[in-house]
């Protein structure tokens, strides 16, 4: 036995020397310490407290009972005595009252002259935000724009000296491994520092339209909203926004907003208060498997048009639903989410080339861009109607489909808009169909089957059939929700 133990511990000391060897070079490239890099940026980054004070009447009868002092309206515990009161047949005196919340969050200077760059969530709807810098300064903010899209807000300050101000890096320089620091306002506590590395990047978390995130390990915890991440030579290369945690403390999982992605924005805020993004009047989906092999696309890529915009600038370069574009002004389109974080970033106004993917074969169109906001605008007014037609016969089945035509019973019944003016309805999907797995739900229209209109029942099942008897392996559908959004599904046939 002991001649086992011995040979063991000389097995294990004999290994030690190359596992120090191994071990060596990662201790050696981590920094020895982080203060210098703290010291230099840390009295650019401040708090952020924002506060919302809303006006309410608390109705009830003007005899209300005597309450203690910091007790009644507006007071912490008010909601808990008005249900008291309410459940014995007293009311709460009516008079006006205000409700104050208040949110704490972090931003950053980025010029001297004092502005200030937050997320958009932490300052929300606010009626008072103050600044509060390392050296207890406190100064009253004034918004100059903020946007919703990308999470950000500028603020803008009156200091009676210049500030102490970080600058923008380029994010794109950021790779996988780099070490960055978090500076904050974690739960409130003030400034605090963290670090880690990039963990990720690109990453899509289906907060927005232009979600392509840092992810980062350096701790991040609620109240460090609107912070900046450095990297190593002190420039701020994101905005941290957000965490994956199922307690809301930090498991070594936060976002931030790319420093390039933000700048544009900051730009535009500034300079005009709003946002300025181009607009192609497009509504997209992204390529699957099955849809690029109905395509004749080969490998899956690009975004395929789903929708085109009748008064935006895509309809008048001849785009169709059912194109995919695979270049936008020579960029190439891997997915689907690429598209619209190129397009906002591109200047309204400008003469764009996308290159498309019609029927197998290429094509080149030049777009005019629109800008994003007038095209949002105009959906909200457009509200065309008409006549919906009238019953016809009885359901048809296809592809675990129930079809139904377009009436006036099946509008109110699934809240179907008047925009609606085509198709036939999904009445039903078979739970075990490949339709189900897709998500198809009853009260969706179905639009189109291999980019052929649909409007009765009877001829969409006679379509599906002849794709089946030309020995088609799938159809692919194109498929409305009540509001008129439409999407790519392929189904098989067989």
């Not at 190359?18 to 310490?33: E, I, N």
């Not at 919302?52 to 309206?73: E, F, M, Y």
């Not at 490949?434 to 639009?447: P, S, V």
């Amino acid at each position: 036995m002991m001649s086992v133990l011995r040979r063991a511990a000389r097995a294990a000391l004999a290994t030690a020397p190359l596992l120090y060897l191994l071990a060596a070079p990662a201790q050696a490239k981590g920094p020895d310490s982080l203060s210098d890099l703290s010291a230099q940026v840390s009295d650019a980054v401040v708090n952020i407290s924002a506060t919302q004070t809303v006006d309410a009447k608390r109705g009830g009868r003007s005899d209300g009972p005597n309450l203690p002092p910091g007790v009644g309206p507006g007071a912490p515990f008010d909601d808990l005595f008005e249900e008291f009161f309410r459940r014995r047949g007293q009311g709460m005196p009516e008079a006006p009252r205000q409700r104050r919340s208040s949110s704490l969050g972090s931003g950053f200077v980025v010029d001297p002259a004092g502005i200030i760059i937050t997320n958009n969530h932490v300052i929300a709807d606010a009626n008072e935000v103050t600044v509060i810098f390392n050296d207890g300064q406190k100064l009253k903010a004034e918004i100059l724009g903020k946007d919703q899209k990308v999470d950000v807000a500028v603020l803008k300050v009156k200091p009676e000296k210049p500030l102490k101000a970080v600058k923008f890096g380029d994010s794109d320089k950021a790779k996988v491994g780099d070490w960055v620091l978090a500076v904050g306002n974690p739960f409130g506590l003030g400034g605090s520092v963290t670090a880690g590395i990039v963990s990720a990047r690109n990453r899509n978390i289906d907060s927005g339209p232009y979600d392509n995130y840092i992810q980062t390990d350096a701790s991040i915890n609620k109240g460090n909203s609107g912070g900046p991440l450095f990297n190593m030579d002190g420039e701020v290369i994101g905005i941290n926004t957000a965490i994956l945690s199922p307690s809301g403390g930090s498991v070594g999982i936060g976002f931030a907003t790319p420093a390039n992605t933000v700048q544009p924005i900051v730009e535009q805020l500034q300079q005009f208060g709003e946002t300025r993004r181009g607009w192609l009047g497009v509504r997209i989906q992204n390529v699957d498997d099955a849809i690029a092999e109905t395509l004749n696309l080969g490998a899956a890529r690009g975004a395929l048009v789903a929708g085109v915009d009748d008064k935006g600038p895509s309809k008048a370069a001849g785009l169709k639903a059912g194109d995919v574009i695979v270049k936008f002004d020579g960029k190439p389109i891997k997915e689907s989410r690429d598209l619209p974080k190129l397009v906002a970033a591109t200047p309204v106004g400008k003469d764009v080339e996308l290159v498309i993917l019609r029927g197998g074969k290429e094509q080149t169109k030049k777009v005019k861009l629109g800008r994003l906001e007038d095209g949002e605008k105009v959906a909200t007014r457009d509200t065309g109607a008409e006549k919906p037609e009238p019953a016809g016969p009885a359901p048809q089945n296809a592809l675990g489909l129930e079809l139904s035509r377009l009436s006036d019973e099946l509008r109110a019944r699934f809240q179907i808009k008047d925009t609606v003016k085509s198709g036939v309805v999904i009445t039903g999907v078979d739970p075990r169909s490949e339709a189900a797995e897709k998500r198809l739900q009853a009260g969706e229209i179905l639009l189109e089957v291999n980019q052929e209109a649909v409007n009765d029942p009877a001829d969409a099942v006679k379509k599906i059939k002849a794709l089946k008897d030309a020995g088609k392996k799938t159809a692919l559908l194109i498929v409305a929700n009540g509001q008129g959004d439409a999407h790519f599904v392929a189904l098989p046939v067989d």
